[in-house]
T-cell receptor, first 114, second 116 residues
Framework: AQSVSQHNHHVILSEAASLELGCNYS??????LFWYVQYPGQHLQLLLK??????LVKGIKGFEAEFIKSKFSFNLRKPSVQWSDTAEYFC????????????FGQGTTLQVKP | GAGVSQSPRYKVTKRGQDVALRCDPI?????LYWYRQALGQGPEFLTY????????KSGLPNDRFSAERPEGSISTLTIQRTEQRDSAMYRC??????????????FGSGTRLTVV
C-alpha cells in the first residue's frame, strides 16, 4: 500500500533560520506530489505541487520542494522562515493516475519563534 | 459560493445516533472529495465524486459510512450508529476538473465530529 512518511513531527526554529522538512513516499509508479499548509484556525491550502518536468518546484511564500525520484523524496525547503510560517505542513502523494485521491503524511508542526 | 462550505462546523452526538455532514463545493466544481483527519494525523481519504458519480469509496471504513452527491453539487456524508472511534475532523475538498494537474483542491473548514 502507498504511504507517506514525514520524519519531523514538531520543528521549532527562530526567525531567519533555514527550513527543510522531510517527506518520503512508498510507491513505485508515477506519482504526483504535493505540500499543503494549515495555518492556525484556517483550512488546508496548497503550497506547491509536482507533476512532471523540473524536479525543483517553487511554491507560494518562498517555499520550494525538490523531487528526488531515486530517494522517493519530496522535501520542502525555505531559506529564511518568518514567524507567520508557523503552521502545520502536510506532504501528500497521488499515485492513482491523477484522480486526486491523495495519501497524506501525518504532518509536521512548525513553530517559528520571533 | 466563494469557497467550500461545510456544515455543521461542530457536531457532538451520542453514540449510536446517525449524523449527516454536508459539503457545499465551489459552484461548478466537478470533483468532490471527503477526508477524515484524526488528531495528530494527516487527512485520510474516504471517497470522491466526479459530478454525481461516486468514483471511489475504498476509503470508507465500513458500511456505516456512506456518501452521496445526487445532483452533482452538494454532498452528504452519513455515518450511521456512530461510535466513539468516529470522532475526527471530516474535511471536504473540491476541484474544477478531474485530477489535480491544473488546479489542485480547495478545502473547506471541516466538521469536527465528537461522539460521546
Amino acid at each position: 500500500a502507498q504511504s507517506v512518511s514525514q520524519h519531523n513531527h514538531h520543528v521549532i526554529l527562530s526567525e531567519a533560520a533555514s527550513l527543510e522538512l522531510g517527506c518520503n513516499y512508498s510507491y513505485g509508479g508515477t506519482v504526483n506530489l504535493f505540500w499543503y499548509v494549515q495555518y492556525p484556525g484556517q483550512h488546508l491550502q496548497l503550497l506547491l505541487k509536482y507533476f512532471s518536468g523540473d524536479p525543483l518546484v517553487k511554491g507560494i511564500k518562498g517555499f520550494e520542494a525538490e523531487f528526488i525520484k531515486s530517494k522517493f523524496s519530496f522535501n520542502l525547503r525555505k531559506p529564511s522562515v518568518q514567524w507567520s510560517d508557523t503552521a502545520e505542513y502536510f506532504c501528500a502523494v497521488d499515485g492513482s493516475g491523477n484522480t486526486g485521491k491523495l495519501i497524506f503524511g501525518q504532518g509536521t508542526t512548525l513553530q517559528v519563534k520571533p | 459560493g466563494a469557497g467550500v462550505s461545510q456544515s455543521p462546523r461542530y457536531k457532538v452526538t451520542k453514540r449510536g445516533q446517525d449524523v449527516a455532514l454536508r459539503c457545499d463545493p465551489i459552484s461548478g466544481h466537478v470533483s468532490l472529495y471527503w477526508y477524515r483527519q484524526a488528531l495528530g494525523q494527516g487527512p485520510e481519504f474516504l471517497t470522491y465524486f466526479n459530478y454525481e458519480a461516486q468514483q471511489d469509496k475504498s476509503g470508507l471504513p465500513n458500511d456505516r459510512f456512506s456518501a452521496e452527491r445526487p445532483e452533482g453539487s452538494i454532498s452528504t456524508l452519513t455515518i450511521q450508529r456512530t461510535e466513539q472511534r468516529d470522532s475526527a475532523m471530516y474535511r471536504c475538498a473540491s476541484s474544477p476538473s478531474t485530477g489535480l494537474r491544473n488546479y489542485g483542491y480547495t478545502f473547506g473548514s471541516g466538521t469536527r465530529l465528537t461522539v460521546v
